[in-house]
């Protein structure tokens, strides 16, 4: 049924692009049939796939450091309360600070290649996954923590059988606001250091008016950010299926 | 006739006798105070409290809220430690474990947890083959009437339901002591005297230790062997008093009873007074008729 609504939806704004286009003529929004035909050129040519795949290469890297950093620090933090009290202050500081400040030092250390663009996404997707996995250990049910110290349980079994389980919700919720914030960064990274990847055919494209395959562009950038949050979504129901499914 | 061994200055009172005179659970002048927030003055939340249950028998705890019930059971299973005094059981310090199960005033089912799985936590810390331990786990889940039930997470079912499994999960070790903290309160009025029947029933077959929670006089005439009864801020021992009633008392309609009708006037009465007598009670000073 919402699978019918939401196809609805698609035609309307398809409609609505098309008025656009018509409006405003093709120059500066192409028509869907315009773009439609720059798709099929782009996957032609083979350019849309690599930058497809550099751009992927880039952000699912930089991803996965950060939910490999993210994840066992927020749990440390939470764990270790003198530790999570004297990093917090920090943690919050650097995810207060505008990434983008720290570009320019980046690229200063690690040039101008994947590596850089990695740090960006690693640095931006980073902080949504600690804070949020470091909640999740702080919003542990301390009824069902004596709950299990009364059934003869030490502190590492409350740990791993009560709080870890606990804060899974959170983390994963971290890891979702962490892609969104990945994704960004990969753009941005594109657009600031070496031009490659998605980002890099936004900056071409863009800045010599082609504007049928500037939107091909964006909206293959939007069709990750779909897949990828919905791929997290399906991961947050399997994880908490033992929630009322109403 | 009930027995006041002592008055509301709190000094030692014991309960004893019934079928087993060897001690289960020992307070010796017991005190806990606890702070409202980090550094604020402790306040006293049971004072100078001594009591004796004896093993095998089912004592209700009856008392006005916030006189320190919950505090009692937690000091029992060793959870929290004792600002002065000590506490036995069996002798023992008290040592949270298989040995002791609890029952909770909220029924903490781990919620991502299936029925099964939930007592099964309460195995932990036994030594059991994974064959020993599934049999367990069905048995007290068949215990308390639930095995249809057994693979159903805990947000599925209702209150009384979750309720059986806190109580099967606190029975599968089979524990020498059950300590329940108002279990049957947030249960409906039906529900609660099926529970109690089927509570009565487990315990005539397991012979623990009980040291029952609760704020009905009704509740604790109908459970008890003695009934203690504590006053409020701070919490300490005003009466006990033994339940002088036939056992098993779910077979017939024990309300009815003469004698219960006495010891409900009297416990009744006695809390009422409690109640009154008690500053930051909102009926603090206002003199109702007895009825
Ligand atoms: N962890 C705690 N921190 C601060 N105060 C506490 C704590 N535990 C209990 N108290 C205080 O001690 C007193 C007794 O509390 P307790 O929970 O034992 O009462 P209770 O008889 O179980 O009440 P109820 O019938 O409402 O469950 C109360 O005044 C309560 O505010
Ligand atoms: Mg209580």
Redesign the interface.
């Given at each position: 049924m919402i699978l019918v609504f939401r196809l609805g939806f698609l035609a309307f704004l398809l409609l609505l692009w098309a008025l656009a286009a018509q409006q405003m003529g093709g120059n500066v929004v192409p028509s869907p049939k315009a773009t439609y035909l720059a798709a099929g050129r782009m996957l032609g040519e083979g350019r849309l796939i690599r930058a497809l795949g550099d751009s992927l290469t880039v952000f699912l890297s930089g991803y996965a450091l950060a939910i490999a950093v993210g994840v066992p620090m927020g749990i440390l933090m939470g764990g270790f309360r003198v530790l999570g009290k004297t990093l917090e202050v920090y943690v919050y500081a650097l995810a207060a600070t505008p990434r983008v400040a720290f570009i320019p030092l980046i690229i200063v250390m690690l040039g101008l290649g994947v590596e850089a663009k990695m740090f960006i996404v690693f640095l931006g997707a980073l902080m949504p996954v600690l804070i949020n996995t470091y909640a999740g250990v702080l919003a542990a049910d301390d009824e069902l923590i004596e709950m299990a110290q009364s059934v003869g349980a030490g502190r590492m079994r409350v740990f791993r059988r009560i709080v870890l389980p606990g804060a899974v919700p959170f983390v994963i919720v971290g890891m979702r606001l962490g892609a969104t914030i990945g994704l960004i960064n990969t753009v941005v990274a594109e657009l600031y250091t070496s031009v490659k990847g998605l980002g890099g055919l936004l900056a071409i494209y863009g800045n010599t008016f082609r504007m049928a395959e500037y939107f091909v562009v964006v909206l293959m950038l939007s069709l990750i950010g779909v897949v990828v949050t919905e791929s997290l979504r399906y991961l947050e129901q399997r994880a908490s299926r033992w929630r009322i499914v109403k | 006739m009930h027995r006041s061994d002592d008055g509301p200055d709190g000094r030692p009172v014991s309960v004893t006798g019934g079928r087993n005179p060897e001690a289960g659970i020992v307070f010796d002048a017991v005190g806990k105070s606890f702070a409202a927030t980090r550094g604020a003055t402790p306040i006293s939340a049971i004072k100078d409290v001594s009591l004796t249950i004896g093993a095998e028998q089912f004592v209700a705890v009856l008392g006005p809220s916030g006189c320190g019930k919950t505090t009692l059971l937690r000091l029992a299973?060793g959870?929290i430690q004792p600002d002065a005094g000590s506490i036995r059981i069996f002798g023992n310090p008290p040592q949270?474990?298989?040995d002791?199960g609890?029952v909770?005033q909220?029924f903490?089912l781990?919620?991502?947890?299936t029925v099964a799985q939930n007592v099964e936590?309460?195995l932990?810390?036994l030594d059991l083959t994974k064959a020993e331990r599934a049999d367990r786990v069905a048995q007290n889940i068949d215990l308390v009437g639930l095995s249809r039930a057994a693979d159903a997470?805990?947000?599925?079912l209702s209150g009384g339901m979750r309720q059986r499994v806190a109580l099967a999960?606190a029975l599968a070790p089979d524990p020498r002591v059950l300590l329940m903290d108002e279990p049957f309160a947030s249960i409906d009025a039906q529900t609660r005297e099926l529970m109690q029947g089927e509570l009565m029933r487990i315990w005539a077959q397991r012979k623990s230790t009980v040291m029952f929670v609760t704020h009905s006089v009704d509740e604790a005439i109908l459970l008890a062997d003695q009934i203690v009864l504590l006053a409020p801020r701070p919490g300490r021992v005003v009466e006990v008093v033994n339940v002088d009633l036939e056992r098993p008392r779910w077979t017939f309609d024990a309300r009815a009873e003469p004698r219960f009708m006495e010891l409900r006037r009297h416990l009744a009465e006695q809390m009422r007074k409690l109640v009154l007598a008690d500053p930051s009670s909102e009926f603090f000073g206002r003199d109702f008729v007895p009825h």
């Open positions: - | 299973d959870l949270p474990g298989p002791i609890f909770f909220s903490r781990i919620p991502w947890a936590f309460g932990m810390d997470y805990p947000a599925t999960r």
